[in-house]
């Protein structure tokens, strides 16, 4: 199966081809639903799929809004961009959206968003028969109902999944709640996530209002739990699923390697399953959950406090080690004495550093590392390389 992983700018993209994507998903500049990640300039998305074809993976680009008249007025240039890019495909939600591609653009292969809510084989069937090659199905869908699905479709339609990360409270994403709010769309990629705010309720006729309180942070009854399917990969391969996506566009460079890193070390059986679960509590998350996949079983859906992490992103890797030293960015400070342990995909992968010396860019040796993005070099044991990572256990 495919491994698909975010990219919020170029530098998620070459973290997740390091921890060992198989292929990443990201957005222009326009008609993306994140736009507040800090997405693709033109030249970025040439120079994406130039860096991702050279590694024999594949790229992505989101075109997923719900369109309206206006944004067809000028969308040629852009996807001739796409064309000339040789982008592997581009997901889409909007019915108009894809017609307007089959019919001038059918050298783009066409992937059906989740938000356009793929729930049944009819509805798959109708988007095949636009000439689609890829549908991503809706959330809501049970591992049982997906094999079903993949039983009436053609085999020339490939499916594909979410298995990890945030999820909407509304149907497949498709939600009012910002838009009412704050005049920002989420169907059009300006989501706020209003869903998460503090909330109190009041009774018609009172004036007084009654916080919904759930622990001492906040309130957060409309939040939803995070997916991870990372042990029931082999149930979703057996239902029909070829490519495995991985939510996070606007998560972090740290998230994105720790992710990645754990299911390429699931699907390659290269760790033991308990090891691989320690590690997905080490980046941000909610408590996780299988959402609907296996229908009742998992009743626990929406959740009630803020995310946390058990690990900390301290510094990344900027050049090969050797001669038992190594020079890192710094992102969270640290000094001599503490013990930093190594996120990799390669052999190094949780073996720990001890900080016993740190020279700064000058060649002058420091003590404590407290500006945010210096380049040091510590002493390091062990061979890295350029995009590993090193964390610590959170205070």
Known sequence: ????????????????????????????????????????????????????HAHGKKGY???????????????????????????????????????YLRKNFPALNVHVSTQANVNNSFSAKFFADMGVTRI????????????????????????E?????????????????????TGRDSNRGACVQACRWQYTIREVGRKDELPIEED????????SKDLCMIEHLQELEKAGVVSLKIEGRMKSDYYVA?????YRRALDKKNEMSLLQEELEKTSHRRYTTGFYFGSDDKEYLEDSMPVQTAEFVAKVVEDSHDDTVKIEMRNRFKKGD???????????????????????????????????????????YDLKAGDILRRDAK
């Open 1 to 52: 199966m495919e491994l698909l992983a975010p990219a919020g700018n170029f530098d998620k993209l070459v973290t997740a081809v390091h921890f060992g994507a198989d292929a990443v998903y990201f957005a222009g500049k326009q008609f993306g639903l994140r736009a507040f990640a800090g997405n693709f300039s033109d030249e970025e998305i040439v120079k994406a799929m130039e860096f991702l």
């Open 136 to 159: 991503v199905l809706a959330r809501e869908m049970s591992v049982d109902e997906i094999a079903l699905l993949r039983k009436n479709l053609p085999e020339n339609v490939e499916i």
């Open 161 to 181: 999944a979410f298995v990890h990360g945030a999820m909407c409270i509304s149907y497949s994403g498709r939600c009012l709640l910002s838009n009412y709010l």
């Open 61 to 99: 680009v989101t075109l997923n809004i719900v369109a309206k008249d206006s944004d067809f007025q000028n969308i040629d240039p852009y996807l001739q961009l796409l064309v000339d890019a040789k982008v592997d495909g581009v997901i889409v939600s909007d019915v108009g959206v894809i017609y």
């Open 339 to 381: 013990v930093l342990e190594i996120l990799s995909p390669n052999d190094a992968f949780l073996k720990k550093i001890k900080i016993e010396k740190i020279v700064d860019g000058k060649g002058n040796e420091i003590d404590d590392c407290k500006r945010v993005q210096d380049i040091v070099t510590i002493n390091c044991p």
């Open 216 to 223: 001492e942070r906040g309130t957060y009854i409309l939040n």
């Open 258 to 262: 720790s992710v990645v890193n754990a």
